[in-house]
């Protein structure tokens, strides 16, 4: 086996251990140089990547806690503004029954005054009339006897006049 060993080495040529050489020197220095430093930035960029995917997912679960924070912060403004529209609806309808019921009561009051007032002033009419009756009539009858009444006759005469003015203004309200 020597002989053979010894052909294979002779034969072979210094050209092509010389290439095995730098290709082995070549792969150490790109093992070296180059992949190393790609492999850890690769790494480095799969961690920042990762790290960005984490802080997504975070702010994502931020958000949506968020927004139901919200979502439910509106509900509850939502029934304070349809509470409080509706307390000043009733409220109103209160103001609105309670100012009726005053106008009502004013306005009955405000009846009853001037039908009271009507009343008195219709008794006083009915009173000067009475007078200015009497008196026309004692007049008229003074000049029928064409006498001078006396003032003690005038006021009994009044006084008649009066009382049968009363009755017969009692039938005709009867």
Partial sequence: MNLEWGKVVKSLNWTFIFNLVNFAILLYLLKRLLFKPALAYLDRRRELIAS???SA???EEKAAKLAAERTEVLKKAYEQSRQIVEKAH????ETIVVAKSEA???AERILDDARMQIEQERAQMEQE???AYAEISVLGASRVLKREVK???HRRLLDELLAEIDEEALRIKQ
């Fill in 52 to 54: 960005r995917m984490e």
């Fill in 57 to 59: 997912r975070a702010d």
């Fill in 90 to 93: 009733a409220q109103a309808e």
């Fill in 104 to 106: 009502k009561h004013d």
């Fill in 129 to 131: 009339l009475r007078r």
């Fill in 151 to 153: 003032l003690k006759d």
